[in-house]
């Protein structure tokens, strides 16, 4: 008798191993974010370049394409939350360079998981290889007018984000 459950239970674990397909189970939670960009058509002017990586942050930003985000910044980009609050600088919380930034986007953006992050109704102004532009915000439940403003400077011919002050609009 113990023979027999023997064989038998080789039988079933030969049974088991030649129905496997081979593949690793698939990941908890669901499948992985497909990282798929919205393609861009190329800029006709400047202006419409830092609208252009404007809406492309805020595509990374919900894709948490890191590497993405990565290539959008100045090294010495700043970001700072002022903590609607704009005239009291005292209380902003600041990440100078791209290290610090990059752990803003991974260890406090991303876990928020946002759907989309838009910038509607942004105004640009360009003085030779720098430029400001002052955006509209909705990401999440925010949808604030005139809360984010955005640096930038142009370094080997393209657009980089210098720096991004949000939460300017007061509750």
Same mark, same amino acid.
Not at 42 to 61: F, M, R, S, T
Not at 109 to 120: G, K, L
């Given at each position: 008798?113990?023979?027999?459950?023997?064989?038998?239970?080789?039988? !079933?674990?030969?049974?088991?191993?030649?129905? +496997?397909?081979?593949?690793?189970?698939?990941?908890?939670?669901?499948?992985?974010?497909?990282?798929?960009?919205?393609?861009?058509?190329? =800029?006709?002017?400047?202006? *419409?370049?830092?609208?252009? !990586?404007?809406?492309? *942050?805020?595509?990374?930003?919900?894709?948490?394409?890191?590497?993405?985000?990565?290539?959008?910044?100045?090294?010495?980009?700043?970001?700072?939350?002022?903590?609607?609050?704009?005239?009291?600088? +005292?209380?902003?919380?600041?990440?100078?360079?791209?290290?610090?930034?990059?752990?803003?986007?991974? #260890?406090?953006?991303? =876990? +928020? #998981?946002?759907?989309?992050?838009?910038?509607?109704?942004?105004?640009?102004?360009?003085?030779?290889?720098?430029?400001?532009?002052?955006?509209?915000?909705?990401?999440?439940?925010? #949808?604030?007018?005139?809360?984010?403003?955005?640096?930038?400077?142009?370094?080997?011919?393209?657009?980089?984000?210098? +720096?991004?002050?949000?939460?300017?609009?007061?509750?």
């Amino acid at each position: 008798m113990r023979k027999f459950v023997f064989i038998a239970a080789i039988a !079933l674990v030969i049974a088991a191993v030649g129905c +496997s397909t081979g593949a690793p189970p698939p990941p908890p939670g669901g499948p992985p974010r497909v990282r798929e960009r919205t393609p861009t058509a190329v =800029p006709a002017n400047d202006e *419409e370049a830092i609208k252009q !990586l404007i809406n492309a *942050e805020g595509e990374a930003v919900v894709q948490q394409d890191i590497d993405r985000l990565q290539s959008m910044w100045a090294n010495d980009g700043v970001v700072t939350d002022a903590n609607r609050t704009a005239s009291n600088t +005292s209380d902003d919380k600041t990440w100078k360079n791209w290290a610090a930034i990059r752990d803003r986007y991974v #260890n406090i953006v991303f =876990p +928020s #998981n946002p759907a989309f992050a838009e910038h509607p109704n942004i105004r640009v102004t360009i003085t030779g290889e720098t430029a400001n532009a002052v955006a509209d915000t909705k990401i999440g439940v925010t #949808n604030v007018k005139d809360n984010d403003k955005w640096t930038f400077r142009k370094i080997d011919g393209q657009w980089r984000v210098t +720096s991004l002050t949000f939460s300017l609009a007061a509750q």
